[in-house]
């Protein structure tokens, strides 16, 4: 079974820095997940990715499959940029798999 | 399509009862998965659906808790018995089921709190 490790488990930071969160997995993957939380709010996915890099606004995730590592970027951070941000990848590594969890980074952004 | 809904939003129980959550993913989506999550803890993988198909069941999801999902649309969880420990968030998501598994819609999750 995969198991997930984040880092950091918080982070705050000022408005306009650049953020870096880290995912790590133990087993092989088809695809890895980025999802943010709001507090008291539901989960959007942010990012799907088996390889390279995707970008999207001012986020940014790369993978390395050799590695078992992922990390989220955000550039130019901003305060509703606030929530917690949640790795997981498939349970025993296939697509269709349910997923298992990091525990997820808590980022605050002050202005 | 307004994404995947739940119901209901928060349930309040005595210890014992039994309560089912709902849930309906978006209409063309052939996967269904659910969560769990407690306070500060990232969510856990209780079973998911390929159509009507339950195809996996983590065991998390012990012999009082029961998911169906007839004809392959809405599914249903149900907890037999109530303990306290059951106290937590349930979230349903959806996804299209590519080859790769699909991106995860979720909905906003029923909080179940059992007294």
């Known amino acids: 079974k995969n198991e997930v490790e984040q880092s950091p488990q918080n982070l705050t930071a000022q408005e306009g820095e650049f953020i870096t969160i880290n995912c790590s997995y133990s087993?092989?993957?088809?695809?890895l997940h980025w999802l943010q939380q709001h507090p008291g709010g539901g989960i959007v996915s942010l990012f799907m990715?088996?390889?390279?890099?995707k970008k999207h606004g001012r986020l940014i995730a790369t993978i390395n499959i050799q590695e078992k590592h992922s990390s989220l970027h955000i550039t130019a951070s901003h305060p509703r940029d606030s929530a917690v941000y949640i790795c997981?990848?498939?349970?025993w590594g296939g697509g269709a798999d349910g997923l298992t969890f990091g525990k997820g980074t808590h980022l605050i952004i002050q202005p | 399509d307004t994404g995947v809904s739940q119901n209901p939003r928060h349930k309040i129980t005595k210890r014992g009862q039994n309560v089912t959550f709902r849930c309906d993913p978006i209409?063309?989506?052939?996967?269904l998965y659910w969560y769990r999550q407690t306070l500060g803890q990232g969510p856990e993988f209780l079973t998911y659906f390929q159509n009507e198909a339950q195809l996996e069941k983590s065991r998390l999801l012990s012999d009082r808790f029961s998911a169906e999902r007839p004809k392959g649309s809405f599914s249903t969880l149900e907890i037999q018995r109530t303990e306290q420990g059951d106290s937590a968030m349930y979230l349903c998501?959806?996804?299209?089921?590519?080859?790769?598994?699909?991106?995860?819609?979720f909905g906003e999750g029923s909080r179940l709190t059992v007294l």
């Open positions: 998501a959806s996804s299209p089921g590519t080859g790769l598994g699909g991106e995860l819609f």
């Open positions: 087993v092989g993957i088809s695809a």
């Open positions: 209409s063309e989506h052939n996967r």
């Open positions: 997981a990848v498939p349970l």
């Open positions: 990715l088996s390889s390279g890099k």
